[in-house]
């Protein structure tokens, strides 16, 4: 299984700022997405991050509002952008195997919007 | 219909026993199936694929009936630190889909 680490692992930040999380992986992967767990929920795809074209978004995200870069097969990037105290959440990045569909998820970012 | 439901329980044991989870699915031509575990504050990690023919790895065992539609979790022997909520997940061959997780807790 693939090693990925994401930064920040926390932060808090004040409405109507934006926050970029990090997501590295420690080997090429083609299949990496974000989701999003909001308390005692279980997880939500924002979006599948495509190297070297725009991210593919689910029903409810827009890129406006969640930016992703991915530009090279072990990095990505997820901006929660124009934060309200709705976007409190847990977000994950997520890598796939393409033979097994197993994934592999990052720690977390835990971000609280005041 | 959601597309996968479990029982959030909360399921309380007793070290030592066994205990099953289920989960449903709604789409028949679903593919893959997974069962996940995430401890408190933490990321989901992948506890196990679900197969055909059913598979088990040590105390843990996991079915799938696609005639009803439903996948199982087995857990025998149970012990504290099994204590976490188990997460079902679907494959129907293009989207993933998360239930909202079983509560166990395995109590001394």
């Known amino acids: 299984s693939a090693v990925i680490s994401q930064k920040p692992s926390r932060d808090i930040c004040q409405r109507g700022t934006s926050l970029t999380i990090q997501c590295q992986v420690d080997?090429?992967?083609?299949?990496m997405f974000w989701y999003r767990q909001q308390p005692g929920q279980s997880l939500t795809l924002i979006a599948t991050?495509?190297?070297?074209?725009?991210?593919?978004?689910e029903s409810g995200f827009v890129i406006d509002k969640f930016p992703i870069s991915r530009p090279n097969l072990t990095f990505s990037t997820l901006t929660v952008s124009n934060m309200s105290p709705e976007d409190s959440s847990i977000y994950l990045c997520?890598?796939?195997?393409?033979?097994?569909?197993?994934?592999?998820f990052g720690p977390g970012t835990r971000l609280t919007v005041t | 219909r959601k597309e996968v439901e479990q029982d959030p329980g909360p399921f309380n044991v007793p070290e030592g026993a066994t205990v099953a989870f289920n989960c449903t699915y709604s789409?028949?031509?679903?593919?893959?199936f997974f069962w996940y575990r995430q401890d408190c504050r933490k990321e989901p990690k992948l506890l196990m694929s679900?197969?055909?023919s059913g598979n088990e790895d040590g105390r843990f065992t996991a079915q799938l009936n696609r005639a009803s539609q439903y996948i199982s979790l087995l857990i025998r022997d149970s012990k504290l630190s099994d204590s976490a909520t188990y997460l079902c997940?679907?494959?129907?061959?293009?989207?993933?889909?998360f239930g909202t997780g079983t509560s166990l807790t395995v109590i001394p």
């Open positions: 679900v197969y055909s």
């Open positions: 080997s090429q992967v083609t299949m």
């Open positions: 997520s890598v796939r195997d393409r033979t097994s569909y197993e994934q592999y």
């Open positions: 991050a495509n190297q070297g074209s725009e991210a593919t978004y």
């Open positions: 789409n028949s031509a679903s593919q893959s």
């Open positions: 997940v679907v494959n129907d061959g293009n989207q993933f889909y």
